[in-house]
């Protein structure tokens, strides 16, 4: 029996969501590990989660004296020999690659192994990939690099051939709405939230915390019946849809408060450096970005819905006004102004009767 084997106090890999096959990879991954994995699969599925049960078990191998001690400290993100890098701003910059280079050639603090995590990889600047390229291919020590990314763009391909590539599998709307359920979220209103979050849990349980769902759903599905082809209707509308989504924000920005009363405790305790509090903040701004964009949409995934309830009614007005949706959907990969883009397509769709 191995050091993984004894530690069963605290199970590494109880709190994660679907990913049977790639919890099995890892689960024997974990008694001989080689020196780096990339976890590839889209927002939402568990990466994070997949990634920190990981390292709780490399970590927990490799620790004599208190094990379970290990598992949790690597759950929570806090074990002194797990290094979780995010960027700090749209990519992960060469300062960054630098910091990464320099972690993974110092010695453990108490284990005889080091975990890099290495998030949203997928977004690399190309110098940054040269860089790495041999950290990652040969390690020093008994450092284990961790490499998560939504996709594999060409950019990040010499990495990915010298990683352990593991599929992390788009949860179902079924396993979101059993996980919700699980938590305490009644059936059928984890129902609407798993099929509004598409496959991602952490915008899931976010949503459900959120009473006012239902009613911004609602707002965005009575928009083509709101519409009478004027721009005040129009102006009015996206007033009502932005005050919504910043509405919206309300149980995330209780989170985040939550994050930074936690972290500036620590910092009271242990001080300042290493704390964190930088990629902190960045990350919640982040958040934030990505909340307003799944927000919006969301908002016209519903708009395009009551379109389609249309088509076999009306297609003459369902069928362009569905492509004038998509098109927008697209743009939204580019960063518009949400304003705008939101006062340009309801000038262009058609009014619907109202039931």
């Not at 749209?90 to 050639?105: G, H, L, M, N």
């Not at 950290?135 to 998560?148: A, R, W």
């Not at 970005?289 to 949409?297: A, L, N, P, Q, Y």
């Amino acid at each position: 029996m191995t050091a993984i084997d004894t530690v069963t106090a605290t199970d590494p890999w109880a709190g994660i969501v679907g990913q049977a096959f790639a919890i099995e990879q890892l689960k024997a991954a974990a008694h001989a590990p080689v020196h780096a994995y990339l976890l590839v699969g889209p927002r939402g599925s568990g990466k994070r989660s997949l990634a920190r049960a990981f390292a709780a078990a490399l970590l927990a191998a490799t620790t004599e004296s208190d094990p379970d001690r290990a598992v949790r400290l690597a759950l929570a993100g806090r074990h002194p020999d797990l290094h979780e890098f995010e960027r700090a701003g749209p990519y992960i910059t060469v300062e960054q690659a630098d910091a990464i280079i320099r972690e993974s050639s110092r010695s453990g603090v108490e284990s005889d192994r080091k975990v890099l995590v290495l998030v949203d990889f997928q977004l690399v600047q190309p110098a940054v990939e040269g860089k790495l390229l041999k950290s990652i291919e040969e390690p020093p020590g008994d450092t284990v690099f961790i490499v998560l990314a939504d996709s594999v763009p060409t950019l990040l391909e010499p990495i990915a051939s010298r990683c352990v590539r593991i599929e992390v599998d788009p949860l179902t709307d079924a396993q979101v709405t059993s996980a919700l359920v699980v938590s305490g979220v009644a059936e059928d209103a984890a129902a609407e939230v798993a099929l509004a979050a598409n496959g991602d849990l952490d915008r899931a349980r976010l949503l459900a915390s959120d009473p006012r769902f239902s009613l911004r759903r609602a707002l965005w599905r009575s928009i083509p019946e709101q519409l009478d082809g004027t721009g005040a209707a129009v102006v009015r509308l996206v007033g009502e849809v932005r005050a919504a989504i910043d509405d919206a924000a309300q149980p995330l920005q209780a989170r985040h408060a939550d994050e930074l009363v936690e972290l500036e405790a620590r910092i009271e305790r242990y001080g300042e450096r290493g704390s964190g509090k930088t990629q902190l903040v960045e990350r919640q701004r982040r958040e934030l970005r990505r909340h307003r964009t799944d927000e919006i949409k969301f908002g016209l995934a519903t708009m395009a819905a009551r379109y389609r309830d249309e088509f076999t009614v009306d297609p003459a007005t369902a069928l362009p006004a569905i492509g004038a949706i998509e098109d927008s959907h697209t743009s939204m990969e580019r960063n518009p102004n949400e304003t705008l883009l939101l006062h340009a397509l309801l000038l262009a769709l058609p009014e619907l009767r109202r039931p």
